[in-house]
């Protein structure tokens, strides 16, 4: 398998752009997280979703923030518009039930918002 | 806040020395797991302990659990320049799915 699989792996933007992340999880996991690394907050469970759906939202920082998943093999995380204290490592990662949640990281996309 | 905190924040030690780092949480957990993390790159599973072990090893790694204490250590033995990483615990607690990292342990093995 050839892992969770994110895109970009970089975006350079400018303040007020819509970006858009991008992440396929590994196949038969039903688990998605998203998640966001800064050195000043560590590292932030965004949203997750079981079977497409999303469960757990609190950790969206505000309504410019949003996520989907359409299908079982795609999800995307966008920010509309997006700012500069938006700037962080977003991963994605991706788990199976009755792995008792040991989860399964992409490589990130590093955002840079001028 | 972070469920869990690790300590210490960072550690340099000598290859061939064991490196321990620690973690604290705060609620019940179902499990603790530890993630590596290189430089630029994604987290990865090291190792988990259930709620109702004690110690668990893999390899050169050993886990320890206390959850009276609400504690969990991780040796690692005979270090490696290429152990060199961040270490993050992460609880996931009785009421959910979801995973809290803790803020990680930078450690750094000086060849």
């Known amino acids: 398998d050839a892992g969770v699989i994110q895109s970009p792996r970089h975006e350079v933007t400018e303040m007020g752009q819509e970006v858009t992340l991008r992440c396929k999880p590994i196949?038969?996991?039903?688990?998605l997280f998203w998640y966001r690394q800064t050195m000043m907050r560590g590292l932030e469970l965004l949203i997750y979703f079981n079977n497409n759906v999303p469960i757990d939202d609190s950790g969206m920082p505000e309504d410019r923030f949003s996520a989907k998943m359409p299908n079982a093999s795609f999800s995307t995380l966008k920010i509309q518009p997006s700012e500069p204290r938006d700037s962080a490592v977003y991963f994605c990662?991706?788990?199976?039930?009755?792995?008792?949640?040991?989860?399964?990281f992409g490589p990130g996309t590093r955002l840079t918002v001028l | 806040s972070q469920q869990g905190e690790e300590d210490p924040q960072a550690l340099s030690i000598q290859e061939g020395e064991n490196a321990t780092m620690n973690c604290s949480y705060k609620t019940s957990i179902n499990n603790l797991q530890w993630y590596r993390q290189n430089s630029g790159r994604g987290l990865v599973h090291l190792i988990l302990i259930r709620s109702n072990e004690r110690e668990k090893h893999s390899g050169r790694l050993r886990v320890t659990l206390d959850t009276s204490k609400k504690s969990s250590s991780l040796l690692i033995t005979a270090s490696r320049a290429a152990d060199t990483a961040s270490y993050f615990c992460?609880?996931?607690?009785?009421?959910?799915?979801?995973?809290?990292f803790g803020e990680g342990t930078q450690l750094t093995v000086n060849p």
């Open positions: 990662a991706s788990s199976m039930t009755g792995s008792y949640n040991e989860q399964f």
């Open positions: 992460a609880t996931e607690e009785t009421s959910g799915s979801r995973l809290t």
């Open positions: 196949s038969g996991h039903d688990y």
